[in-house]
């Protein structure tokens, strides 16, 4: 029988089991982190991750959290491997932020400790989290002027943050002398301690309850199971090369565009992505080490296959990642990282443009672009230092079956936006305004997600960092489908209101108000198709105006959305039909030409 002790049923039984024992494991280490951590980044917005390794380092399971931060995380974990080897003792734990040596960019902290059996590795368990302050010429550490690493802030090598259970004072004055903000610093960082030992004394329960050699055949089936379902999956797309180039509006230092191009190769249950084409590493801080490029192109695979499939390391075998030395994704020393979050948002993009014709019933129009990051720093009159990483989160293009989501985070981040009363408490300012803006998204069959907008004013000085795209180069719709609508920074100063760019750092003063609008999301498919009354419905809820029903869907409807002229509505369709040269396009991304916005 298929429940007897060896049996293939129970040994299926038994894998599941430790599958979800180390799933709960993770989020047990998550919400110690949300728990005992100390700045809003961490405990409110959520920047971090959390997983479980075997003694080699691939990872077995992993929590929650952010998917562009966990294909990363065997990297991390590789190099501090490649540093101390067999040196390893209990009671150790090792900290690594250095992009060059496993690393992403600097507030990205890994932390990663060994666990040990009987005095044998039997795994490891890591948390990655993003720190407030490490130090460089802005508060943050995220200047997007920045042209070298050295100008960004402390660079940490893989080292031993306590040895045999001993914390290393030397490495934690360092720390504190190279933040602007040590107790918040320090404290996230004893989150992570936290949630290691929470990660440690579960995986040993469960070793302990299962066998550790029973433990270790199942881990192993339970990857092979991850391998076998994904390369399944994969076998459900059209086998080909599927092309697809996006572009960032700009580094933030220099002029013109920054292209992404990917290469996607669909044959026999694997894919592999070539990122050749894209631009060279920049002189600025947008660049993208090879680590984090993985990431997000196996977060942006993961979102289009089947959602029960494990995550670990299982699903990273079929998938094989390349890209030119020296690129801007996989750049090379002394490339400054610290912005590279928006690269990898592109890559994203990239990639499900590329497969938009492959499989454009699982692609989504162009998202917002990407989080903006909003970072506020500074001195209070009494001499407190401050510093608070916002992450402002869009929405998602709109989908084959279904409208675009608003108020959601990028698909490659799974962040929470900042409370206005957390953000109010941690730094000075007023949040004035935080909404959706109507008549955002792109129009089509299933709109985009709307723009979302918030307004601070400051209430003393200050530094403002702002890192965001999608100003320029739209987001773009899928088939028919419009691209969305551009993102936007407003700073009013002295009662003069001034546009800034997408990307930029400033001294702010009390009573200064700035405003940032997010990136409407691309359309999906001919907005001639969309149901007049979907498009009434989006009028009652003010999501659309009447003004703008009329122009994006040709849809004649009354001011408060509550009274369609069907007929009206008809003879406006066919006209705009009729008007056509060519048909709609197929499920194929817009032309960049289409979704070019020309400077102010």
């Known amino acids: 029988m298929s429940g007897q002790p060896g049996s293939a049923g129970a040994d299926a039984i038994r894998r599941e089991l430790i599958r979800e024992g180390m799933a709960a494991i993770c989020e047990e280490m998550a919400v110690s982190v949300i728990r005992t951590s100390h700045s809003e980044t961490v405990k409110s917005a959520m920047d971090f991750s959390t997983a479980l390794c075997d003694a080699k380092g691939e990872i077995i399971a992993q929590g929650v959290t952010l998917p562009n931060q966990l294909g990363a995380l065997p990297d991390a974990v590789a190099a501090v491997l490649r540093e101390f080897g067999g040196t390893l003792v209990p009671g150790d734990v090792v900290m690594v932020n250095d992009p060059f040596a ?53 660079r940490i090598p893989p080292l031993r943050l306590y040895s045999g259970g001993v914390p290393e004072h030397g490495v934690f004055a360092l720390l504190r002398a190279n933040t602007r903000v040590p107790e918040i610093v320090l404290g996230d960082l004893a989150a992570q301690l936290v949630a290691c030992d929470t990660g440690e004394i579960g995986l040993l329960r469960l070793i302990e309850h299962h066998g550790e050699e029973v433990f270790d055949v199942q881990v192993r089936r339970l990857l092979d199971y991850t391998e076998e379902l994904t390369r399944r999956e994969i076998r459900t797309f059209p086998e080909g090369t599927y092309r697809f180039t996006d572009f960032l509006d700009d580094d933030g230092v220099h002029p013109g565009s920054v292209a992404i191009a990917v290469a996607v190769t669909v044959a026999d249950g694997s894919v592999t992505m070539d990122f050749e084409g894209s631009s060279p590493q920049v002189r600025a ?46 750049c090379v020393l002394p490339a400054a990282t610290g912005t590279r979050g928006l690269t990898g948002f592109r890559v994203l993009d990239a990639v499900f443009g590329a497969l938009a014709a492959a499989v454009p019933d699982r692609v989504a129009g162009g998202s917002d672009g990407g989080l903006s990051l909003v970072t506020i720093g500074g001195v209070r009159p009494g001499g407190e230092r401050f510093s608070v990483v916002e992450l402002l989160s869009g929405a998602w293009g709109g989908q084959a079956d279904h409208e675009g989501q608003d108020g959601v985070p990028n698909l490659g981040a799974n962040v929470s936006n900042i409370p206005v009363e957390m953000l109010e408490a941690a730094v000075p300012v007023r949040v004035e305004r935080y909404g959706y803006v109507t008549d955002t998204g792109g129009a089509g069959r299933h709109r985009g997600g ?33 691209p969305g609508t551009p993102s936007g920074n407003a700073l009013e100063a002295s009662g003069e209101e001034r546009t800034l760019p997408s990307k930029f750092s400033r001294p702010v003063v009390s009573g200064d108000r700035f405003h940032h609008r997010t990136a409407g999301a691309g359309g999906f498919g001919d907005a001639l198709e969309r149901e007049p009354e979907a498009v009434a419905a989006d009028v009652r809820n003010g999501i659309l105006s009447a003004a703008r029903a009329l122009a994006a869907y040709g849809v004649v409807v009354s001011a408060d959305g509550r009274k369609i002229d069907a007929a009206a509505t008809e003879a406006e369709r066919d006209r705009r039909r009729a008007d056509r040269t060519t048909p709609p396009p197929d499920a194929l991304p817009t032309p960049l030409d289409a979704r070019t916005r020309s400077p102010g």
Request: glycine share 10%; charged share 20%; proline share 6%.
């Open 102 to 154: 496993g690393g992403m960019h600097l507030p990205d902290i890994f932390v990663v400790k060994p666990v040990f059996r009987e005095d044998r590795l039997v795994a490891i368990v890591a948390t990655v989290a993003h720190h407030a302050d490490l130090g460089g010429s802005v508060p943050g550490s995220m200047s997007p002027y920045a042209e070298e690493c050295y100008q960004e802030g402390l």
């Open 450 to 482: 709307l723009s979302l907008e918030r307004e601070y004013t400051f209430l003393g000085e200050a530094v403002l960092s702002v890192r965001a795209d999608r100003e320029r180069i739209l987001p773009y719709g899928v088939g028919a489908g419009e």
């Open 285 to 330: 801080s947008l660049n993208s080490t090879l680590s984090f490029t993985k990431s997000n192109a196996y977060a942006a695979m993961r979102t289009l296959l089947r959602s029960d499939i494990p995550n670990n390391a299982g699903f990273f075998r079929p998938i094989t990642v390349t890209a030119p030395l020296g690129s801007i994704v996989n």
